[in-house]
C-alpha cells in the first residue's frame, strides 16, 4: 500500500500563490505516475495535471500557465506549484499516484489518493 498526504493548502486572496506537497510513504516503489485533482463544491473531481516517473508532465490547458506539477522521486514527493490564483480555483486538491508508468487523466485510473486539502481563493 502507498500512503499519500497532502499539505500547503489553506486561504489565500486572489492573485496569491500557493504550494501544495503531497508526501508519499510505504511501497512508494509501486508507484510511477501521479497526478492532482480538485473538487469543488457541488461539482465532479477534475483532473488538474499529471506527471510520470520522468517527470513528463501534463496539465489541464486552462490552467497552463498558472499550475505546475513537479516531484522529487528521492524525496518521493509531489508537488503543485499556483500562481495568479482565482476564485473558481477554490477547491479540495487531491493527490493521486498510480502503478502504471504513463500520464494518466483519468481518476480512475489512479490506485491511490490522499486525503485533500482544501485551497480557498478569496475575491
Known amino acids: 500500500q502507498v500512503q499519500l498526504v497532502e499539505s500547503g493548502g489553506g486561504l489565500v486572496e486572489a492573485g496569491g500563490s500557493l504550494r501544495l506537497s503531497c508526501a508519499a510513504s510505504?511501497?512508494?516503489?509501486?508507484?510511477?505516475?501521479m497526478g492532482w485533482f480538485r473538487q469543488a463544491p457541488g461539482k465532479e473531481r477534475e483532473f488538474v495535471a499529471g506527471?510520470?516517473?520522468?517527470?513528463?508532465?501534463f496539465s489541464t490547458d486552462s490552467l497552463k500557465g498558472r499550475f505546475t506539477i513537479s516531484r522529487d522521486n528521492s524525496k518521493n514527493t509531489l508537488y503543485l506549484q499556483m500562481i495568479s490564483l482565482k476564485p473558481e480555483d477554490t477547491a479540495v486538491y487531491y493527490c493521486?499516484?498510480?502503478?502504471?508508468?504513463?500520464?494518466?487523466?483519468?481518476?480512475?485510473?489512479?490506485?491511490?489518493w490522499g486525503q485533500g486539502t482544501q485551497v480557498t481563493v478569496s475575491s
Open positions: 493521486a499516484a498510480s502503478r502504471r508508468t504513463s500520464i494518466l487523466l483519468a481518476a480512475h485510473d489512479y490506485d491511490y
Open positions: 510505504g511501497r512508494t516503489r509501486s508507484m510511477y505516475s
Open positions: 506527471i510520470d516517473w520522468s517527470s513528463n508532465t
